[in-house]
């Protein structure tokens, strides 16, 4: 998984320079977050909401500048 997810980073950064992507994800989902944080990406705030059914979204805010 992580060399396609390397492979959409490296396209979205080849196609849109400069940029940022920004994205969200399950703060206990540790293994994306090392990915990300592994390409740059950084933490950038929290959201915290209900999402219905009695779920709550839990999530980091994660972006990626480049020039």
Do not use: A, C, H
Not at 28 to 52: A, C, H, M, P, T
Request: aromatic share 12%; no cysteine.
């Amino acid at each position: 998984m992580s060399g396609r997810g390397s492979r959409v980073l490296t396209f979205i950064q080849e196609q849109w320079k400069p940029g940022s992507v920004r994205l969200t994800v399950n703060r206990e989902n540790l293994d994306s977050i090392s990915f990300y944080e592994n390409r740059g990406f950084i933490k950038s705030g929290e959201v915290v909401q209900e999402i219905g059914g009695g779920f709550v979204m839990d999530d980091y805010q994660m972006d990626l500048l480049w020039q």
